[in-house]
């Protein structure tokens, strides 16, 4: 009755009153009566730094539409912060306390729903499990609060909603990525499409890094600067260039996507203060560049993980994702590729991802927090395939590269072709090998076998590619190939030849080898060795 009343009086209201057709803001009006009066929301804020000042703002510019839209006002209560004294950059809410003692949100009774953004893993901890216990709702953008501990989170939530009256909702949207709505996207948009691969530039720091080396040819240490200037990177950027901030995302997106916790330590880690503008030299020769990428999917029965530099060819979309902007590839049955491009960090796109989740608490509409189930038998194993980039440095000297070859071999790793640029000196040289897909444990066994060498200076530098071999499947008994020179060679290219001009390996060098060649001089991409 009451709902045959209001629209019997909006419509009197566009007859008597002209109105050719209702407002938006009418029917708005419609909506919020039949729904009852304004619902007022509570909030305890946990972080008043960057992003929380962030969450503030949006509530405070966005608070009169998200009323007349949704009926719902919110109001905080607390803001809790380390430092009382320490000015704001954002202006307290009415009626809003500043604390610096944390039970003045998790006791106080009126808190409906509290935002975690303080950062850290211990009193973070602390906050996000005693909240959730006293059955409030619960959002955080603290990624390593959720990778180091994911299963006690997901017992609370689960302990927090048994015989519960209504649901208690733990979101964390904003803990990947910032800006890209990722988390969501793997809860609900794919939980019915089969996952098959993860790849992501999740940490905006080493990307910009990366595409400024790339597009520069600066240094690894003057692009750090750089990104040190531009507040892209920490005061100690250990945890951005080491790949750690990388990992712990990665593992939160394994659990979304396959359903399997995985022990953050067992995910193979690289950085990439080892990679230098010869490497984007060599990737420009093979049509790529260099992204750090965090990559998960399904390999010979098990699941694989890794963070790495990678070489990326350009028919890949990430190859085109530059500066502290973040991209995630998903790789699945039905959807084939999705790709979620966006602003990774920052005040507002990190907030606005806290409202998101805000947002659909109360209406309702929260999905699970880790709904994906694990396939039967799918496991976690700590070593992948991949065809792998190898930089060697060296000094000059006959039997190099049979040298190479034969540490190749014992460790059953095939070669597919060997690069060198012009040398300038013969005692302070590079080269360097791409190989078919191996595993990472051989390269690295042949990477220390191979530094050990006399002719060898300093460390090797490698890297997994995202291009599928160039060669296909591989032929004979133990995944052995058996490729001539010349058969090789007529399985080039035009394209091929023209990339492979230039860097030469001299007759002695292919003869000590052992290759078969026919000419005086052979491009290294156009000899394959048998191995």
């Known amino acids: 009755i009451t709902m045959l009343a209001i629209v019997s009086s909006a419509v009197r209201l566009q007859a008597h009153g002209g109105a050719r057709a209702l407002s938006r803001s ?8 039949v729904a009852g009066a304004v619902r007022t929301v509570t909030l305890g804020l946990v972080g008043g730094g960057t992003v929380g000042g962030g969450i503030v703002e949006i509530l405070r510019e966005q608070g009169p539409a998200l009323r007349q839209s949704l009926g719902v006002e919110f109001k905080f209560t607390s803001i ?3 430092d009382m004294s320490k000015a704001r950059d954002f202006v307290l809410p009415d009626g809003c306390q500043l ?9 106080d009774p009126s808190v409906e729903v509290v935002i975690e953004v303080m950062g850290g893993t211990t009193l973070a901890k602390d906050v996000v499990l005693a909240a959730m216990k006293s059955g409030k709702h619960v959002i955080t953008a603290n990624k390593a609060l959720i990778a180091a501990n994911l299963p006690d989170i997901a017992a609370a939530h689960a302990a927090a909603n048994k015989g519960a009256a209504k649901p208690v909702h733990f979101g964390y949207e904003a803990a990947v990525c910032g800006g890209i709505p990722i988390i969501k996207v793997l809860q609900r948009d794919l939980l019915g499409d089969k996952i098959e691969g993860v790849r992501g530039i999740i940490n905006g720091c080493t990307n910009y890094m990366l595409s400024s080396m790339a597009s520069t040819g600066c240094s690894y240490t003057d692009c750090l600067k750089g990104a040190s200037e531009l507040g892209y990177a920490e005061a100690d950027p250990t945890l951005d260039v080491g790949g750690f901030d990388a990992r712990s995302k990665l593992k939160i997106l394994i659990e979304l996507a396959f359903g399997i916790s995985v022990e953050e330590n067992d995910i193979p880690v690289k950085g990439i203060t080892g990679v230098t503008a010869t490497d984007f030299e060599y990737a420009k020769m093979q049509g790529g560049t260099v992204k750090l990428l965090g990559v998960a999917g399904v390999q010979g029965g098990g699941l694989t993980a890794y963070v790495s530099p990678v070489f990326v060819p350009e028919s890949n979309q990430l190859y085109g994702i530059n500066g502290a902007t973040n991209a995630v590839q998903l790789l699945s049955k039905y959807s084939k590729e999705t790709v979620l491009v966006g602003q990774g960090a920052g005040r507002f796109p990190t907030a606005n991802s806290c409202v998101s989740d805000l947002l659909q608490i109360v209406q309702g509409t929260c999905a699970p927090p880790f709904p994906k189930e694990a396939v039967a038998g799918l496991a976690f194993k700590n070593d992948y395939s991949a065809a792998f980039y190898i930089r060697m440095r060296y000094r000059d000297q006959v039997g190099i ?5 034969a540490v190749c071999e014992k460790n059953g790793i095939s070669i597919h072709s060997m690069m060198q640029n012009p040398v300038k000196n013969r ?11 191996c595993l990472l444990s051989q390269v690295k066994l042949a990477t220390t076998e191979l530094e050990r060498l006399d002719w060898c200076k300093g460390d090797s530098f490698y890297m997994p590619s995202l291009m599928e071999s160039p060669l296909g499947p591989r032929a004979g008994a133990g995944g052995r190939r058996a490729v001539g020179a010349s058969s090789r060679r007529d399985e080039c290219t035009a394209r091929d030849r023209r990339r492979a001009a230039g860097p030469l390996l001299s007759k002695r060098e292919a003869l000590s ?5 026919a000419a005086a001089f052979v491009t290294a991409r156009d000899v394959a060795i048998v191995l």
């Open 26 to 33: 009418a029917v708005s009006s419609v909506h919020m009566q």
């Open 80 to 82: 809790c912060v380390s």
């Open 99 to 107: 604390t610096s003692n944390v039970h003045d949100v998790l006791d």
């Open 401 to 405: 590269t049979r040298d190479v070859g």
């Open 427 to 437: 005692n302070d040289a590079m080269f360097v090998i791409i190989t078919e897909p």
């Open 513 to 517: 080898s052992g290759w078969q060649c």
